[in-house]
């Protein structure tokens, strides 16, 4: 795979003598909070880091190798890749790079006037309003030839210093700290009474809720020692052990005394010192329902990713994934990403490089903003779902809580930049990967029954959806978003510039599941709970079962399931979600509507339609 790489400066002179300096990346705006204060000192030391890019894997290319083995009509449908066979496919050939000799192995530490000669750029050093400084470039220039074949160069636009938390000494805030993310499931109210009658269901969701609402009947997996189902927690969040119990109590007790699977990455610990909903809520919600809805016969995983010092993010997830992910396309990301071994001494001092086997369905209920990510970042994480799915691995995105707005309900500038006062939207990460399963949220409307049809959630949060300003429209989508936008979006109800009307681009999100209502205990009682964090395990809930069908009859887990849900034969598997809107920015957003929209998707899963459907298939 791809390892990182340094460029030895001696010979950049003779490399740039070759062809013209091109620009390679530029930045339109500052992150909202920081400002330019000075240029950086001509001697301080810059460690410049180059990553290569990887053979295969532009989007076209994981494109087609996915929907080889993904797409119903393949002839080779399910016969998923080995994790060897997609590390040879995708590791850089010997000479790969036709100016290998420029770079080696070694991160190299050059003075700022060298480095600001090398890449035809100027180091400034910016300051944030909490008093952090960071070291960027507004934009950069490599050699023309030298250009296709180089991802990523840091330090240089990318401006995601992540900022010391009040009252921590954690120099990060990652996704799983209070109040980061797009996704962030809201507590609404303490409940007195459970109602466990179907007739209460637009007051209150429980599992019987939700296996009346999408036909979920599945009451004894047969394949469970084949089958898994990996839930994903970023520390310090936690679930809370006799809360998983007092909700067993109420709705399953099979599962009293329960407890999913650990799968500590580094340094990941179940914490309980920080109890509130803040801490406790999203583990707890997703943990609860998923455990609850594959039934106690089938063991739940929990991906605990992060120790407390150093916190992680969603590469540091991948990396235990896949070993090579570690040293691809860069590496970690210092500016992004945990880095380990921890340097707190208290830290986790290990890496985790390929030390837990993919679960075949993943959720996770985290996210960031588009724009908070450079778009190599953002590529290079997108590719690894890819490899993912070519192994046959679901993985199943929150599509955020905000509409057509971001985390906190922040918006983009015309500039690029997100304030609160921005009227541009901001679509979520990583639901606009094309290569994920972005999932929205729907609601049981007041007064309404679980025999009425649902809307787009529009009580308490706003399904995420949109349209991606960083990634092209897959094949798979060409069809339905074309008719979306022909009925529903032309002309645009917006002034241009609003959101990306190219018809080109990833829309989001793929399908939905109710997200108001839950009934979550926490912290020793029940509350209602809102938020696409509910979505994302009940879907990964029902494809779970899904699997354990086809394994039970000799075939493999469905994998990537876009492609399929997508085609012809699947679209009525889904319930149509027609009503409804997810505000933000100033405006309605998008509608729901007939057929695909950029709220609900294609509607909520009818799971014995997808059922019968998926057991006739290869």
Known sequence: MLALFSLALAAVATAQTLSPSVQHAKRTALPAGWSRVRRHAPDAVLPLRFGLTQPNVDMKSLEDLLNDVSHPDSPNYGDHWSPARVAEHFAPTK????????????????????????????YHVYEHDSGKEHVA??????????????????????????????????THITVGQPGAGTVQPVLAGKIENI???????????????????????????????????????YTPQAYVPADLDLFAKNFSSGLVGARPILAAIDGGVVQNTSESFSFNGESNL?????????????????????????????????????????????GDDPVNDGIYPDPDPAGYQKQDCGTIKPANVISTSYGYNEADLSPAYTARQCAEYAKLGLMGVTIVYSSGDNGVAGNQALCLN???????????????????????????????????TIHDPESACQQVIHSGGGFSNYFAIPGYQQGVVADYIKDNLTPSPYPPGT?????TSRAYPDIS???????????????????????????????TMINDARLALGKKPIGFINPTIYSPAFRGAFNDITT???????????????????????????FAKLLALWILQK
């Open 513 to 543: 599941a109710n997200g108001a209502n839950y009934v979550v205990a926490v912290d020793g009682q029940f509350g209602l709970v809102y938020g696409t964090s509910a979505s994302a395990p009940v879907v990964g809930s029902m494809l």
């Open 195 to 233: 109602f466990h009658e179907l007739d209460n269901c637009d007051k209150q969701i429980t599992p019987a809720c939700l296996r009346a609402l999408y036909n979920f009947v599945y009451p004894f997996p047969l394949a469970t020692k084949q089958n898994s189902y990996g839930i994903v927690e």
């Open 499 to 503: 959101y990306n009307t190219s018809g």
């Open 95 to 122: 000479g790969n790079h036709p100016h290998r000799r420029v770079l080696d192995l070694r991160q190299r530490c050059r003075p700022r006037s060298q480095a600001e000669s090398l890449l035809n750029t100027e």
């Open 286 to 330: 997703d943990l609860e329902y998923a455990m609850t809805l594959v039934t106690p016969h089938q063991p739940v995983t929990l991906y605990q990713v992060g120790d407390l010092q150093m916190g992680a993010s969603f590469n540091n997830l991948l990396d235990a994934l896949d070993g090579s992910f570690c040293t691809s396309g860069g």
């Open 580 to 606: 409804g809107t997810n505000p933000g920015c100033g405006t309605k957003g998008f509608s729901a509507a007939k057929g695909y929209d950029p709220v609900t998707g294609l509607g909520t899963p009818n």
């Open 414 to 448: 015309p500039d690029g930049s997100q304030s609160f006062s921005g009227n541009v939207f901001n679509p979520s990460f990583p639901s606009t990967c094309p290569f994920v399963t972005g999932v929205g949220a729907t609601q049981v409307n007041p007064n309404a």
């Open 137 to 170: 470039c507004d934009a950069y220039h490599l050699p023309a030839h030298v250009v296709p074949h180089v991802e990523i160069v840091t330090p240089t636009i990318d401006f995601n210093a992540i900022l010391k938390r009040s009252g921590s000494t954690s």
